[in-house]
């Protein structure tokens, strides 16, 4: 039994057909260049290429054309990396506010009440989980982008050393209420719904 072609698939045979052959096509003429089971979908999937901005196309007359090169794929992906980028440098400002907001933060903490101390969690693992997704996207563009992926990671190291240091203020702030307030450790996690594998990443 042959292995079903997954909609993934099929779309990469349809980009690589332009790619490979730089020409401009019908409908009617790239369905006989296709497979049959991509031949009897190949609008929708022409379609999603579009919207996806991978293909181009245009009316003339009553005819439509549909034309791809590689370099337009590599412009979209270069783009993409310039989106990260300006991500990355929001996710630093970010990083630095909360950095300066700290000291004050540190002060409060003893009054702040479990809502807000959950709601911190949150965010600080919010923006752990951004920083760790576009990381990987990164590391799928780096070919088109050394010097700036290598920016962009030494950047990461520095959000992963502000991140530690939230969680060594968190750590602080157990050790302060285990010693101010006699508190089990175990037990002043569980109220502040702090996981028991919670530490430095």
């Not at 979908?41 to 579009?50: A, F, T």
């Not at 310039?82 to 903490?109: G, S």
């Not at 807000?116 to 799928?140: F, G, Y």
């Amino acid at each position: 039994m042959s292995k079903r072609t997954t909609k993934e698939e099929k779309l990469k045979i349809i980009l690589d057909k332009f790619h490979e052959s730089k020409e401009f096509f019908l409908l009617a003429d790239l369905q006989k260049e296709m497979p049959k089971t991509i031949a009897n979908q190949l609008k929708e999937l022409l379609q999603e290429l579009v919207s996806d901005n991978l293909i181009s196309s245009d009316k003339i007359g009553t005819s439509t054309y549909y034309w791809s090169f590689p370099s337009q794929t590599y412009s979209l992906k270069t783009e993409r990396l310039k989106i990260l980028k300006d991500e990355i440098d929001a996710l630093e400002v970010q990083y630095q506010n909360n950095e300066e907001k700290r000291l004050e933060y540190e002060k409060e903490m003893a009054e702040v009440d479990e809502t807000e101390r959950k709601t911190a969690m949150q965010k600080l693992e919010s923006l752990e989980s951004k920083h760790l997704s576009i990381k990987s996207e990164l590391e799928e563009l780096k070919d088109f982008d050394p010097k700036l992926i290598e920016e962009i990671e030494n950047q990461m190291s520095d959000f992963k050393e502000a991140a530690n240091r939230w969680t060594d203020n968190i750590f602080s702030l157990e050790s302060f209420c285990v010693k101010k307030f006699g508190m089990d450790k175990a037990a002043f996690r569980k109220a502040f719904g702090i996981p028991s594998d919670f530490d430095n990443i």
